[in-house]
C-alpha cells in the first residue's frame, strides 16, 4: 500500500533520511518512533504525499509519487487521513464545520454524509461540542476531533503524528481505542510517538509493528520496547 524502495529525503542539507525500504501493509497497525528532530513528521509527509522523495522510489497504492499530478495528490488524500500534530483548525469554523471540510472539499457532503458527520462526532464523544469553536477545546476533544476529520472521508490509512502529545494518560488510551477499533475496521494506522507506554499499552492489543528513525535510517524495532 504504501511502498518504500531505497528512499531518502533532503530539505537540502545532508539527507535527513536514507535507505528506507518499507513496505506498509492493508489493515496493518504501525508505531513510529525516534528522538525528536530524528525525522518522524517528514516520514509521515512522504507517506501522505506532502513531500516527495529526493532519491529512491517511492509507491503509494501502487503510483509512484513523482508521476502524482494534482488531481491524483487530491485523489491520494481521500485515501490517506491524516491527524496532524497542531490539529490545523479553521478557529472561526465549529467543530462540526471543521471535522466536515474534507467531505466539502470532495464534493462529498449530501444528507447521507451529514448522518455520517453525527455518528462520527458522537463515536469520538463530541456529539455535546459539535457547536463549539475549536479555541474553547480542551487538549484531548482537539486531538479526538482531528482523529474524526481525518476518518470522516473512510479513508483506508491514518497516519497520526504524535496524536496523545498534549494529554494525560486517561486521554491517550481513549485516542488510542479509537485508533485500534479503526484498525479492526480494517484501517491501516501509523501513529508517530515518543511515549513508549503508548506503545507497550498497544502492544498487548494489538500485532503492531515499531518503526524506530535511528542514524537516519527507518528501521523495524526489536521486540525490546
Ligand atoms: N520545511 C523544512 N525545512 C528545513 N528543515 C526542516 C523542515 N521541516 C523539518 N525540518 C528539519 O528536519 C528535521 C526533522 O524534522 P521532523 O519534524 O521531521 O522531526 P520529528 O522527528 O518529527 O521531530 P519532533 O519529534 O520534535 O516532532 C529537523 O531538524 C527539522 O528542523
Known amino acids: 500500500m504504501i ?43 512522504l507517506c501522505y504525499a506532502a513531500l516527495t522523495p529526493t532519491a529512491g522510489d517511492l509507491r503509494l497504492f501502487e503510483q509512484p509519487v513523482t508521476g502524482l499530478d494534482r488531481d491524483g495528490v487530491a485523489h491520494l488524500r481521500r485515501r490517506i487521513g491524516v491527524v496532524h500534530q497542531d490539529c490545523q483548525f479553521l478557529d472561526h469554523l465549529s467543530v462540526a464545520e471543521n471535522v466536515a471540510l474534507p467531505l466539502t472539499v470532495a464534493g462529498m457532503d449530501g444528507a447521507a454524509a451529514r448522518r455520517d458527520l453525527d455518528e462520527l462526532l458522537g463515536w469520538v464523544g ?30 483506508d490509512a491514518i497516519l497520526a503524528d504524535e496524536p496523545t502529545g498534549n494529554v494525560d494518560w486517561d486521554m491517550s488510551q481513549r485516542l488510542l481505542t479509537l485508533l485500534l477499533e479503526l484498525n479492526r475496521m480494517g484501517r491501516a494506522v501509523m501513529i508517530a510517538t ?32
Open 194 to 225: 515518543h511515549d513508549l507506554s503508548l506503545i507497550r499499552a498497544a502492544k498487548s492489543q494489538v500485532q503492531a509493528r515499531v518503526l524506530r528513525i535511528a542514524n537516519r535510517q527507518v528501521q523495524v524495532a526489536g521486540a525490546d520496547l
Open 3 to 45: 511502498s518504500f524502495d531505497n528512499v531518502a529525503y533532503s530539505y537540502g542539507g545532508g539527507a535527513l533520511l536514507t535507505d528506507i525500504t518499507l513496505d506498509l501493509a492493508p489493515g496493518s497497525f504501525h508505531f513510529l518512533t525516534g528522538p525528536s528532530g530524528a525525522g518522524k513528521t517528514t516520514f509521515l509527509k
Open 126 to 155: 463530541l456529539g455535546h461540542r459539535r457547536d463549539a469553536r475549536p479555541p474553547e477545546l480542551s487538549g484531548g476533544e482537539r486531538q479526538r476531533a482531528a482523529l474524526a476529520r481525518a476518518v470522516i472521508v473512510s479513508p
